[in-house]
C-alpha cells in the first residue's frame, strides 16, 4: 500500500519520466530504427505498469485521479507519437481502455472539473480505439471535432480529424479520408504538424488515382518538414517521399525521382522494407538509363539488405539482375539468378519471359 509523502514522491518521479519520455519522442531528429521504436515501447510499457500498480495500492481519490490521468497520456502517447495513429489492440490496450473509460464516466457522475468536456470526449473515443470498439471511436473523434469548446492548443481537433481520417481510409472511402484530412489542416500548430497533415491528405489524394494533386501536397510536406525542429515524424516524411518518388518513377522522370530515394536510403533502417524498397527502384532506374554496372550493384545490395522469404518483389529484384548481367554478358551470373525464378513457387508475372530467357542461355 501507498501512503502520504511516498505516494506523491512516486507520482512525482513517474510523471517526469512520463514528461521526459514523451519530450525526447518529440524531438526525434530522424528515423526511428526498430530497436529505437521498442525501446521507447517498453519504456512506456513500464510507466504503465508501476502507474497500474500505483493506482490499485492507492488509497486516496486525489492520488488515483492523478495516476488515471497520467495512464491516459501514455495511451495516447504510444498512439500519435509510436503508432503513427494506428492501434492494434491486445488484451492489456484493452483492459486498460476499460479502466479509462469506467474512470471518465466516474468523473462525469461526480461532475468533477478534473476533465474539460472536451477531454472527456477525446479520451473516451481514444480508449475505444485500443477496446477495438470503432463505431464508438468514430462517434466520439466525430463529437470532438464538432465541440464548440475551446481547444486552445488545437491538439485535440488536429488528432481527432486526422484519427477519423485514417479510420474512413482503412473503409477505403479515400474521398471523405481526404475530406477529413484537409479539415485538420485547420488545426495544425507548427511545420511539421502541417507537413503530416499534407502527407496524410496525399496519401488519399494517391489512392483516388488524382496523381498531380498528390505530388502538389506531397512535395509542399516536403518543404515544411524539418527534423531539426519538434514534431518531426519521420515515418510520414519517408512515406512523402517514396510516393513522390513513385509517381515519378511511374512517369519515366527518373532524374526527379531518383534523388527521393537516394534520400530514403540516406534516411532510414539498413533492415527495414523501405530501404530494400528505395534500392530497388533506383536499380530499375539504372537499368533504364543504361547503368547496367550500376543497376546489379544496387539491386544486388537491395537484395543482402533483406532476410525475409521469398516473394514477389524479391523475385522480380532477381529478374531484373538477371537482365543487368545479360546486358553486361555475364551469362553466368544472369543464370544462377533465372533458374532461381524458375525454381520458385512464387507467384510471378514475368516468370515466362525470365524461362524464356534462361533457354536462351543455358
Not at 259 to 267: I, M, N, Q, T
Amino acid at each position: 500500500m501507498v501512503e502520504g509523502n511516498d505516494a506523491a514522491s512516486s507520482i512525482r518521479n513517474l510523471v517526469e519520466e512520463r514528461v521526459a519520455l514523451e519530450t525526447r519522442l518529440q524531438n526525434e531528429k530522424g528515423e526511428l530504427g526498430e530497436a529505437d521504436s521498442r525501446s521507447y515501447d517498453r519504456q512506456y510499457a513500464a510507466l504503465q505498469n508501476r502507474l497500474a500498480r500505483l493506482f490499485r495500492e492507492a488509497t486516496d481519490d486525489q492520488t488515483r485521479i492523478t495516476v488515471m490521468l497520467e495512464l491516459m497520456r501514455i495511451l495516447e502517447n504510444r498512439l500519435v507519437y509510436l503508432q503513427n495513429f494506428v492501434v492494434d489492440p491486445s488484451s492489456d490496450s484493452r483492459i486498460l481502455a476499460q479502466l479509462v473509460t469506467k474512470f471518465i464516466d466516474q468523473m462525469a457522475a461526480e461532475k468533477s472539473s478534473v476533465l474539460t468536456s472536451l477531454e472527456a470526449i477525446y479520451y473516451r473515443a481514444v480508449a475505444a480505439l485500443y477496446a477495438d470498439d470503432m463505431g464508438r471511436a468514430r462517434e466520439g473523434f466525430t463529437a470532438a471535432c464538432a465541440s464548440e469548446e475551446s481547444d486552445e492548443a488545437n491538439d485535440i481537433k488536429y488528432k481527432s480529424y486526422v484519427i477519423l481520417g485514417h479510420l474512413s481510409h482503412e473503409e477505403r472511402d479515400y474521398a471523405k479520408a481526404r475530406e477529413l484530412h484537409d479539415q485538420s489542416l485547420r488545426y495544425t500548430h507548427n511545420n511539421n504538424v502541417t507537413a503530416q497533415a499534407l502527407a496524410l491528405k496525399a496519401l488519399n489524394s494517391y489512392a483516388l488515382h488524382d496523381y498531380d494533386e498528390a505530388l502538389h501536397l506531397f512535395e509542399d510536406s516536403l518543404h515544411l518538414f524539418d527534423l531539426n525542429e519538434p514534431f518531426f515524424n519521420s515515418y510520414f516524411y519517408r512515406n512523402a517521399l517514396l510516393f513522390c518518388g513513385a509517381i515519378y518513377f511511374d512517369r519515366k522522370e527518373y532524374e526527379r525521382a531518383a534523388p527521393l530515394y537516394a534520400r530514403v536510403v540516406e534516411s532510414v533502417d539498413h533492415n527495414s522494407y523501405d530501404y530494400f524498397d528505395a534500392l530497388s527502384h533506383l536499380g530499375r532506374m539504372q537499368y533504364a538509363q543504361g547503368r547496367f554496372e550500376d543497376s546489379a550493384a544496387t539491386l544486388q545490395k537491395a537484395l543482402q539488405s533483406q532476410r525475409f522469404s521469398e516473394n514477389e518483389y524479391i523475385v522480380d529484384t532477381w529478374f531484373w539482375i538477371a537482365r543487368s548481367l545479360l546486358k553486361r554478358n555475364d551469362t553466368t551470373g544472369a543464370k544462377e539468378y533465372l533458374q532461381k525464378i524458375a525454381a520458385t513457387d512464387v507467384r510471378y508475372e514475368r516468370k515466362p519471359q525470365a524461362l524464356e530467357l534462361l533457354q536462351r542461355i543455358a
